[in-house]
């Protein structure tokens, strides 16, 4: 439902912060819906050449060119540059719906708490509420004094203090992953070699079990067990490719143990 400018409050005391390289095709929405809530927006890019830079320029935020560190690494370096304790941690690729912008101007902030946002990611054109992608709750507004990603090179995660109490907001936030399915499959060679290099750097090498075991396993978790079917071809499409990504991620770690002589 919209609401009426009379009606909206105050921006929040927190900083965006968004990590991008050549993410043209979504930041300027993401940014659009930002800049209604938060009174400070970071944009830590690793030398986008598609007119990301100029997007983001035309709405005012603090651009920084920063070479990519990692996920965890230059996140926690745009939280440093922070103005504020509270950060809101974006993706290029997301977008506050206008439900979670109205419940993010009403969160209290209060210390001890973080907040978890409901995305909900599209595929070629289709919203899917299946495969393990939905519901996914994310948290994404924590205080930067208590929380920090941690350091991993794929699907990053949060230290999380014990005892921590997670409120979950109501909106989507609304996530625009892949331009196309041909994306979606560069993607997922992507996942595939960052996961790997991270088992090689945590001297983990495959069984043979797991080589043969994993993929089919992983499908029919993604197909049946999440219900991927219900999402129709879409499902079909990212039950295979998940199966082929956890293949090709032992494949590659294969590799790198063979070029390493060990």
């Known amino acids: 439902m919209e ?5 909206i409050p105050e921006k929040l005391p927190v900083t965006a912060v968004i990590i991008c390289h050549n993410a043209a095709r979504t930041i300027g929405r993401c940014l659009e819906a930002l800049t209604k809530v ?6 830590l890019d690793s030398d986008s050449d598609d007119g990301t830079k100029e997007i983001c320029l035309d709405y005012g ?6 070479p990519f560190l990692g996920y965890s690494a230059t996140k926690n370096l745009g939280n440093k540059m922070a103005r504020h304790d509270w950060i809101l941690s974006i993706d290029a690729d997301e977008v506050l719906s206008d439900e979670l ?11 001890g708490t973080i907040y978890a946002l409901d995305r909900l990611t599209e ?9 393990g992608w939905y519901p996914e709750w994310k948290v994404r507004l924590f205080n930067r004094k208590e929380v920090f990603w941690k350091d991993e090179l794929v699907h990053e995660t949060l230290h999380i203090p014990e005892h921590t109490k997670v409120v979950r907001l109501r909106g989507k936030l ?5 331009a196309d399915e041909q994306d979606h499959l560069k993607r997922m060679e992507k996942y595939a070699r960052l996961g790997a290099e991270e088992l090689f750097r945590k001297g983990r090498r495959t069984p043979l079990w797991k080589k043969y075991f994993s993929p089919p396993a992983r499908f029919i978790r993604t197909y049946l067990i999440k219900l991927g079917f219900l999402d129709g071809k ?3 499409i990212i039950s295979k490719r998940n199966a082929w990504m956890v293949w090709r991620r032992y494949q590659l770690l294969d590799e790198m143990w063979k070029e390493s002589g060990s």
């Open 38 to 43: 938060a009174e400070e927006v970071i944009v």
């Open 101 to 111: 912008i109205a419940s993010l101007r009403n969160v209290s902030l209060s210390p």
């Open 3 to 7: 609401h009426q400018r009379s009606e």
């Open 61 to 66: 935020v603090k651009l920084v060119n920063q």
């Open 234 to 236: 879409a499902g079909w």
């Open 174 to 178: 609304l996530h625009y992953s892949f």
């Open 123 to 131: 595929f070629c054109g289709q919203w899917i509420y299946h495969c």
